[in-house]
């Protein structure tokens, strides 16, 4: 116990250095130098240690592969471990920290001193001079910016987690599409199909209660990509509708390349939607809010029904079609 008690206090010194004012980072760190509440690394991709071949890409040797980590090292936040950006802050002994978790706490994380608004202006400055790759390299981006612009591009990168598109509940799993579509499978026990056309029979035994909101999702493989058909019932003022709307298992940019066509009748009627797909960066929420999709009021629904105001049964035929490029 006193030889990793003595380790943890060298690294921690080395990695902030112990000035009351000043910030020191000239020894090179490792990874087990970083320190963790009770000795527990957070497994995310910010504390993924980056390929060699691509550090070394950005200064064009191993030694210098081994000083770029260390410099990762030091921007990398001990609370959050995510990379810190400017303002950069720091206790008085020169333990440094970013401003999202300088908001959060009182005191320095490793020596307990109270936080003032000291700022880490030495650090900032390497911080800008550096070229980072994307924080979601090891899921396939492949893209290095400036510092400074390296935030803006993880906002939007193409290779950022999809979250759950399941509207049952507040999933909190999030990844890569064949994830998440084996996630639907065996978790949620969502309907799969293959193929581009539908036909969906849903079945209310009481159309006046919708307190409960009543949704079904089915997942459909189309042209080589994953559709969500969501079909539901909620209140829109005090009358309750009746919505189906398609969410495509992409980028919008991809999604825009598809179109859809929802159909909903009976009693010689019919109802036709057609439109363009969602990303699934959109949330189910977002969509539904927005009206975009197939609207069926409660009268209109009844109607299609037979006039039954006992039971609901509505019968949606779908398609999905690529756009000519």
Request: charged share 20%.
């Amino acid at each position: 116990m006193r030889r990793i008690k003595k380790q943890w206090v060298d690294r921690s010194g080395a990695r902030r250095g112990l000035n009351s004012t000043n910030c020191h980072f000239g020894k090179t760190m490792t990874r087990g130098g970083s320190t963790y509440e009770g000795d527990i690394a957070p497994d995310s991709v910010e504390s993924r240690t980056f390929p060699s071949r691509k550090a070394s890409t950005l200064i064009g040797a191993k030694r210098g592969a081994a000083s770029n980590t260390a410099v990762h090292e030091l921007l990398e936040c001990p609370i959050c471990m995510n990379i810190m950006y400017p303002p950069i802050h720091q206790c008085p002994n020169g333990h440094t920290l970013c401003s999202k978790c300088k908001s959060k706490v009182r005191s320095c994380p490793i020596c307990r001193q109270e936080l003032g608004n000291i700022r880490c202006l030495a650090l900032e400055r390497v911080a800008e001079s550096l070229e980072v790759p994307c924080r979601y390299q090891i899921l396939g981006c492949q893209d290095i910016f400036p510092y400074q612009s390296r935030l803006r591009h993880e906002q939007s990168c193409g290779f950022r987690p999809y979250n759950c598109p399941y509207a049952g509940a507040e999933c909190p799993i999030s990844g890569g599409i064949p994830l998440l579509v084996q996630h639907l499978r065996n978790h949620h026990q969502v309907d799969m199909h293959d193929g581009c056309t539908f036909n969906h029979r849903y079945v209310k035994t009481d159309p006046q209660d919708v307190e409960n909101a009543t949704w079904m999702l089915t997942l459909f493989n189309c042209f080589g990509h994953q559709f969500c058909l969501h079909f539901e019932a909620f209140n829109l003022g005090m009358a309750p509708v009746y919505m189906a709307f398609i969410r495509f298992m992409g980028e919008d940019r991809d999604a825009k390349k598809f179109s859809y066509s929802l159909e909903v009748g009976g009693n010689g009627r019919k109802l036709t939607w057609q439109g363009v797909p969602r990303s699934i960066r959109d949330s189910h929420t977002t969509v539904r809010e927005s009206m975009d999709g197939l609207i069926i009021q409660k009268n209109m629904a009844l109607f299609f029904s037979g006039g039954n105001s006992q039971e609901l049964k509505l019968k949606v035929a779908g398609r999905i079609w690529r756009e000519p490029s």
